[in-house]
């Protein structure tokens, strides 16, 4: 055994040991687990996170603690704690580890996923997925466009990658028996719900919950009207009482910047004073800022279906079928990167 796995393989026994106290003694446990993020944290992102959250949970009654409560009482264990340890360790920690910011590639890259004359096939789409995990990227986040039609065939697929961390967001309509029997199998992936406030979320939200499966909701912002259901705490309240720990912020084609900086702010806000037990991300802007502080680059990257991507992509706005300019193939991206880094 290498020494990565046995690593590995120790925070994972110690994790385990601190995660099964939580029913018994849930905010002491709760702090433990925490304390042990932040003494394990090679990287400035992990810790300052942990930190983050240790000052948090200085507060007795924060919504943290239910939340954390939440997620390891409804979720299989062994999903929760094989995302985060992908997430932080192989994402986080690896990329944080190069000697080089410039030679470190985005942390994560993101797939739109949609039926096209020209769209990527699931072989061609895994070789692209080999190859940025060679380079040091094991975090993938998939955008599903109504038209496409292979959620199952996606998932089954994606559960190969069981060092990488995936997270899906998906039409709630798209959740059929064929594919909540593939994310019940994937430890690797987290499932998000588009909220269109109506009873398809619900179902699914209820359905994965039966199953253990680790899942968030998500909604598409456009009209100042969109934007203040988010903004006066309306939708959360909705968010929590479907029991879904995360909920996600994406601006639309057609959003002002005005409303999406408002969002923006507000997401920020609630990571340090939270009204519910969810965690709350405008995620887009986000994941930006986390690749900035890993790599120095202020990157999220979307793939379109025939595999290109905008070099100069910041933000992403879903989605207005408008294809972005200065496209190259993320195949040549990839190229750049030379140093792959093993995963542990």
Known sequence: MNQNAMTRMLIENLADRYISKIQFDPHRSIRKLVDLGECLSKGDVQKQFFQAV??????????????VQRVISQFDAAAIKTIGMNLSLNSWSALAGRKSREAAPPWTLMFEMKSAPNALNLDELTALLRKSAE??????LFWLDRSYDKLDALTARLKEFSDCAVALFTPADMIDKSALGQVRQARNLL??????????????????????CPFALHTVYNTPTDAENI?????????SRLFSP????????????????AVREYARRLRT??????????????????DELITG?????????????????????????????????LSDMLQQYTSPLPTI
Not at 308 to 319: F, M, V
């Open 246 to 261: 995360f909920a996600f912020f994406f601006p639309g084609a057609e959003c002002s910047e005005e409303n999406h900086m």
């Open 54 to 67: 240790q000052k948090l949970l200085e507060k007795e009654n924060n919504p943290y603690y239910a939340l």
């Open 273 to 290: 004073a939270p009204q519910h037990p969810v965690f709350s991300m405008s995620l887009c802007d986000d994941v930006a800022d986390v």
């Open 135 to 140: 380079t040091g990227i094991h975090t993938f």
């Open 231 to 239: 903004l006066c705490g309306r939708w959360l309240d909705r968010v």
């Open 297 to 329: 680059k202020p990157r999220l990257l979307r793939i379109g279906p025939d595999g290109t991507i905008d070099a100069g992509s910041r933000l992403l706005r879903i989605s207005s079928g408008v294809q972005p300019a200065n496209k190259i193939a």
């Open 191 to 212: 499932l998000s719900v588009e909220d269109t406030a109506s009873i398809d979320t619900e179902n699914a939200a209820d359905a994965l919950r039966s199953l253990r």
